[in-house]
């Protein structure tokens, strides 16, 4: 069955900085929209910062499985509003990959319940080395056990997020610091994967295995249609026999 993925992009620094709209002329979602594209059964949409509703219609979110986020210096023009509708679509199941500067995201703060602040450094010799430590997760899946990136914003611990429910990635840097670069959590019936490569300013969205581990996520987060959606309040006794009771009918019946 086809995922319906929409990646969102705060697609301001593309139009206000040269060195960033050289790299991404049409904006780094389009890059990250294209490599996915290539799979038939990824149903790929985009949305934008300045877009009505930021392009997160209840309709466009209530017809997405996956949504991918990039957000930098202007988390606050995401309205409450929003955000508030993103968030209870991830409680009921949508999956979130939220990239890079995405941390410091309304979404993913008010998901994580944490400040998810962290130390950085811009410096255009900053190596990144990614490590798998989950070797055989389907996130990881096509990767070696580790991959590359030449020129990469150093991020480092201490990341103030909750423990993860699994880390499958740490990111050493050329600097000395580490980082837990790839992390997944649950939250209500929805799932989300963080994922720390992306600084606006080098072309890491070309990279082959940012884009593989991105692919890979989506179709990971992705939600298992349920056959109802989920019940809460109060559940009064007596359920069981009436359930027991209407089964043997039909057991009985054929
Ligand atoms: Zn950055």
């Known amino acids: 069955m086809a995922i319906r993925v929409t990646v969102w992009n705060e697609f301001r620094h593309e139009k206000k900085m040269p060195a960033v709209a050289k790299i991404y002329p049409k904006g780094l979602h389009e890059v990250i929209a294209a490599h996915l594209r290539k799979s038939d059964d990824l149903h790929v949409k985009t949305a934008t910062l ?4 930021h392009g997160l219609s209840e309709e466009v979110l209530n017809n997405t499985d ?5 957000g930098h210096a202007y988390h606050g023009d995401a309205q409450d509003l929003i955000v508030e509708r993103v968030y209870h679509r991830v409680l009921k199941g949508m999956g979130l990959i939220v990239l890079h500067s995405g941390h410091f995201s309304k979404i993913f703060k008010k998901l994580m319940g944490t400040t998810c602040d962290l130390k950085w450094r811009e410096d255009h010799n900053e190596r990144e080395i ?3 430590t989950r070797p055989g997760h389907p996130i990881v899946k096509d990767i070696d056990d580790h991959f590359i990136i030449p020129h990469e914003e150093m991020y480092g611990e201490f ?4 423990e993860p429910e699994l880390t499958l990635l740490i990111s050493s840097f ?9 992390c997944l959590w649950t939250r209500g019936a929805g799932s989300i994967f963080y994922f720390r490569p992306g600084h606006e300013t080098f072309p890491t969205y070309y990279d082959k295995n940012v884009l593989k581990v991105i692919e890979n996520a989506v ?3 992705a939600p298992t249609p349920s056959p109802k959606p989920q019940a809460f309040g109060n559940r009064p006794r007596g359920w069981i026999d009436k359930r027991i009771e209407t089964e043997s009918v039909s057991t009985t019946a054929t």
């Open 174 to 182: 050329s600097g000395g610091e580490v980082f837990r670069s790839g």
């Open 130 to 132: 990614l490590w798998v």
């Open 219 to 221: 179709r990971f987060v």
């Open 66 to 70: 996956v949504l991918t986020w990039w």
């Open 159 to 162: 990341f103030d997020i909750p």
């Open 50 to 53: 300045d877009e009505p509703e």
